[in-house]
Structures are given as structure tokens and as C-alpha cells.
């Protein structure tokens, strides 16, 4: 099958294989079978992908931001081109389906080069006028950044991280979730071809070990970290432990407060954008939703109507609408969660059963009557499963809202604007959305608060997550010294 790669690392400009490290193979979720295998990154790999980016990293922040930025928009121009074939490459990593991948995926991560291609001539000190005297400061790169991946947007978690860092004056390591180990490398590919020099953007495989090894590393600088809460917290410890930089992009379990004026049609799109899209799979998904009583039942009908509608299939053909999850790992994971909303005595509306056919494919699930301190509705399920509660009024609905760890996301749907405007300042969450639901355009930061993580992508603020400000005082006249 096409989607074997050269080898499974690409270091300093070019693909590099060591078959000494564990073999890890590349399952299409929608069969189950093997399409490809790539090996986890030996010490050797490791050492030569750092030594790569150690070496290269001084003289392309040597280049002026215009030079960098052109490779950049170059870069985004081919990956635009390549869109089909690298929305067919995700869509056999991820299992989501073409429908999603050919408009979401190599689209976004074309659209972080191209922004951040454009910022970086941008990318200035500032001049500081103190009488005679003056300070001027320089924005610095960091240096060596780490970027780790999750699963569930491959290519846009390597863009996302590659091009801020780049347009930095950074280099970077990135190492792909094991789960979904082929289109990183297709990024670095393109990147190289549009002129990145080598040793700028290397890929390396591998699971946890690799990660750990790639963040306590004393030749990296910053560590980029799209995950889990617990694998963050494991993240962010170790590279605390050499005060390195983070960026830490986790996960949530956020609210959608629905209100009983708002539209139903758009609340029901909105509720399935939060919940349904890569099957689940969206770490902002706001999964708690909370419904005022007096347009529940519409809203439940309604929706249970519009999920009837979900094409679920081949995730390679264009008529699909809802994929199978990632894996066999993960749909266990899922289907335990959907049991434990039955057992502690929530209503399943609809779904709940895995799908007669190979792959890991399973219904989209709604609960209704959930309560707060149910399973369901505190833990982060990553999977097709809506759980939704039953409120009153608006003290009390974000009061609960924001009764979690996690603080990632969060939205509201009324005709209110004065309410939608004051419950989103009331939420406590990094991403927010009125009167719809994980729109993620470049030019909005995108990141959480709480447990969510640390930082923020996308927009100028990823800037201040991958440079730092040098302050230069000059004196013009003489120096006064007490003796
Ligand atoms: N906030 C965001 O932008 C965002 C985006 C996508 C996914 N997520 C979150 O990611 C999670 C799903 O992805 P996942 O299952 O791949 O997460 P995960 O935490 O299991 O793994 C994430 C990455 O970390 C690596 N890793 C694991 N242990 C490590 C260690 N000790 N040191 C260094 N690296 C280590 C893994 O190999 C993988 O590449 C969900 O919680 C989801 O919410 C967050
Ligand atoms: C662009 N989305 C759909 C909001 C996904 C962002 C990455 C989180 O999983």
C-alpha cells in the first residue's frame, strides 16, 4: 500500500532508518489491518536528529524573517497543492474521513505556514527612548524546540508547532503520536522542498520513551506537547526540572450551555460540531451539554433526527460523514465509558453499540439526564458520546460549567447577545465560542486554562510561546559610579 513511507525518520533533510528500534505498525482504523511500520528512534536517531537541529538552528536565525517566511508561504503553497493526497495519507493515519481530512487537516497546516510565513519579517524588538539613553530590545529564538504530538490532527499538530518555531529563527524536533506515525514526515518533506535547510525540521518516531527522552535532553530548549493531562503533567515536570519552555496543549471536558432561546437548528449543529466530528476525537469538544429545560425535548428530537443522518462507511470515500476511532485501544476506551453512563443510570437516547462490520467503528452516542458527579460527565471520554444536562438558569448553569479541572473550551448558543457576552466572561476556559461550536482559524489563539494546559497556538500570541525579549540598555554619556 501507498502509505508506507520511506523509512520512519527524517533527520537533517533527509529519510533515515534504524531497524535496531521497535518495530511500530501503522493500522488503518477503518479495517484493522496493517498498512505500514515504522521503528521507534534508537539513542542514535535521537542523538543525530538533535545534533541536527543543535547545528542548524544558528544560521537560519541568522537569516533575515523575510527569507524565512518565504520558505514558509513556499511550504504552504505545496502542501495546498497536495491536498488530496495528503487528506488520503490522514484519513489512513487517523481513520477520519476524506470528507473531513480534505478540508480540515493539510488545509490548516497550510494555513499555519503561510500566517506565520507572513509574520516572521514582522517579528521585531521594540526602542525605548529614557532621555538621552535608550533601550532597545531584540526578540530571540529560543533555539532546539521538541514538539510532541497527539493522534487525532497529525498534520495539523506538526504544522501548528513547526511554523510558529520556525518563523522564530527555532529548529525543531518533532515526534509524532506512535498511533499515527506517517504525516508528520510528509510535513517535514514539503518543508525541506521549499528551502528549509537540513537539520530545521526533523521527525522522529517512537512512543512515550522517546518523548521523554527528546524533553530531558539539556540540547533542547522548549517543549511543545499536545496530549493528555497526565501525559502533560509528566511533560511539564521534567522539563521544569531544566526550566525549558513549554507549551502544553492537553485535554477537557468542556461545557455547552444551550439556552431555551436559542435556534434550535444551530444549537443542534452546533452540539454535533462539539461532539461528533473525528468521531469525538477534538480535545476542545464540549461534550457537557447543558440544555434548559424548555428546549430539551426539541433539542434531543432533533438531534437524534440529524444523527440518523450521519453516513458512517469508508472513511475514504467522500460521501462518509463519521469514521471509526483511531483504534482498537481507543474504542475500548470509549465503549467502557458508554457502559459506566449506562450502569450509573443515564438515558441513552441513541447509539451506544459498536458497528457489525471491521474497523473500530461505534455509534454516535447521546445520554440525556446526565448529573454532574456521574463518570460521564467529569472525565474526558475522547469519543462520540454527548452527555446532556438538564438546567435552569444562568448562575447556576455556569457555576456547574465550570465546576472541572479542565478549562479548554467552552460555548454558548442564545439569541441573547448581553447573556452570551457575559457567560463567556464568566467561563473559565482558554477557547470560547457564541452561537457556535471548534471553529479554529489561524488568527485566533487557541489553547486552555486550568488543567487545559499552558500557552497558546495559533496568532501572534504563539510568538511570545516560541521567542524570548533581550533588553539592551545604552548609555550615550558617561558612567556614574559611587567610587
Ligand atoms: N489541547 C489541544 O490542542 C489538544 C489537541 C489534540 C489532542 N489533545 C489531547 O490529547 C489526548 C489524546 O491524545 P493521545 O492519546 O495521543 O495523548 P497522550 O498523552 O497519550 O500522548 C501524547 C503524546 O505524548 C507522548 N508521550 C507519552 N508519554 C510521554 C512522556 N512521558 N514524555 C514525553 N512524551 C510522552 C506520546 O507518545 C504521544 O506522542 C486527549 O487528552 C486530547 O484532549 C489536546
Ligand atoms: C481544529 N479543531 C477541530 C478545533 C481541533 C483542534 C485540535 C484539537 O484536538
Known amino acids: 500500500m501507498h502509505t508506507q513511507p520511506t523509512a520512519s525518520h527524517f533527520i537533517n533533510g533527509a529519510y533515515v532508518e534504524d531497524t535496531a528500534g521497535t518495530p511500530i505498525d501503522v493500522i488503518y482504523p477503518a479495517t484493522g489491518e496493517v498498512i505500514g511500520r515504522v521503528h521507534s528512534a534508537t539513542p542514535a536517531i535521537i542523538d543525530h536528529a538533535l545534533n541536527a537541529a543543535r547545528a542548524a538552528q544558528a544560521a537560519w536565525a541568522a537569516m533575515t524573517g523575510t527569507e524565512r517566511?518565504?520558505?514558509?508561504?513556499?511550504?504552504?503553497?505545496?502542501?495546498?497543492?497536495?491536498?488530496?493526497?495528503?487528506?488520503?495519507?490522514?484519513?489512513?493515519?487517523?481513520?477520519?474521513?476524506?470528507?473531513?481530512?480534505?478540508?480540515?487537516?493539510?488545509?490548516?497546516?497550510?494555513?499555519?505556514?503561510?500566517?506565520?510565513?507572513?509574520?516572521?519579517?514582522?517579528?521585531?524588538?521594540?526602542?525605548?527612548?529614557?532621555?538621552?539613553?535608550?533601550?532597545?530590545?531584540?526578540?530571540?529564538?529560543?533555539?532546539?524546540?521538541?514538539?510532541?504530538?497527539?493522534w487525532n490532527y497529525p498534520t495539523q499538530i506538526a504544522s501548528w508547532k513547526g511554523a510558529p518555531a520556525l518563523a522564530c529563527g527555532n529548529t525543531m524536533v518533532f515526534k509524532p503520536s506512535e498511533t499515527t506515525p506517517l504525516c508528520a514526515l510528509k510535513v517535514a518533506e514539503i518543508l525541506h522542498e521549499a528551502g528549509a535547510p537540513a537539520g530545521v525540521y526533523n521527525v522522529v518516531q517512537g512512543l512515550g520513551d522517546v518523548g521523554a527522552a527528546l524533553v530531558s535532553d539539556s540540547r533542547v530548549d522548549k517543549v511543545s506537547l499536545t496530549g493528555s493531562v497526565p501525559t502533560g503533567r509528566k511533560v511539564y515536570a521534567a522539563a521544569a526540572a531544566e526550566m525549558k519552555h513549554v507549551t502544553m496543549e492537553l485535554g477537557g471536558k468542556s461545557p455547552l450551555i444551550i439556552f431555551d432561546d436559542a435556534d434550535v437548528e444551530n444549537a443542534v449543529s452546533g452540539a454535533i460540531m462539539a461532539n461528533f466530528y473525528s468521531s469525538g476525537q477534538v480535545c476542545s469538544n464540549g461534550t457537557r451539554v447543558f440544555v434548559q429545560t424548555g428546549i430539551k425535548e426539541a433539542f434531543l428530537a432533533r438531534l437524534t433526527e440529524r444523527l440518523g443522518k450521519a453516513v458512517i462507511g469508508d472513511p475514504q470515500d467522500p460521501e462518509t460523514s463519521f469514521g471509526p476511532m483511531v483504534s482498537e485501544g481507543q474504542m475500548k476506551i470509549v465503549q467502557g465509558y458508554i457502559a459506566k453512563g449506562q450502569d450509573e443510570g443515564a438515558r441513552l437516547v441513541t447509539g451506544g453499540a459498536r458497528l457489525d462490520r471491521d474497523g473500530f467503528y461505534l455509534e454516535p452516542t447521546v445520554f440525556a439526564d446526565v448529573t454532574d458527579g456521574m463518570t460521564i460527565a467529569r472525565e474526558e471520554i475522547f469519543g462520540p458520546v454527548m452527555a446532556v444536562l438538564d438546567f435552569e438558569d444562568e448562575a447556576e448553569v455556569l457555576a456547574r460549567a465550570n465546576d472541572t479541572e479542565f478549562g479548554l473550551a467552552a460555548g454558548v448558543f442564545t439569541r441573547d447577545l448581553a447573556r452570551a457576552h457575559r457567560v463567556v466572561a464568566g467561563f473559565e476556559a482558554g477557547t470560547c465560542f457564541i452561537n457556535s461550536y471548534n471553529d479554529a482559524p489561524v488568527e485566533a489563539p487557541f489553547g486552555g486554562v486550568k488543567a487545559s494546559g499552558v500557552g497558546r497556538e495559533n496568532s501572534k500570541a504563539a510568538i511570545e510561546h516560541y521567542s524570548q525579549v533581550k533588553s539592551v540598555y545604552v548609555r550615550m554619556g558617561d558612567v556614574e559610579a559611587p567610587f
Request: with cysteine; charged share 25%; glycine share 12%.
Open 69 to 150: 517566511g518565504r520558505i514558509l508561504r513556499r511550504a504552504a503553497d505545496i502542501m495546498r497543492a497536495r491536498n488530496h493526497d495528503l487528506s488520503v495519507l490522514e484519513t489512513f493515519d487517523t481513520g477520519k474521513p476524506y470528507q473531513e481530512t480534505s478540508v480540515a487537516d493539510a488545509t490548516s497546516g497550510a494555513d499555519a505556514l503561510e500566517y506565520f510565513g507572513g509574520m516572521a519579517a514582522t517579528l521585531t524588538g521594540e526602542h525605548i527612548q529614557l532621555g538621552d539613553d535608550w533601550v532597545y530590545t531584540r526578540r530571540e529564538p529560543l533555539g532546539v524546540c521538541v514538539g510532541i504530538g497527539a
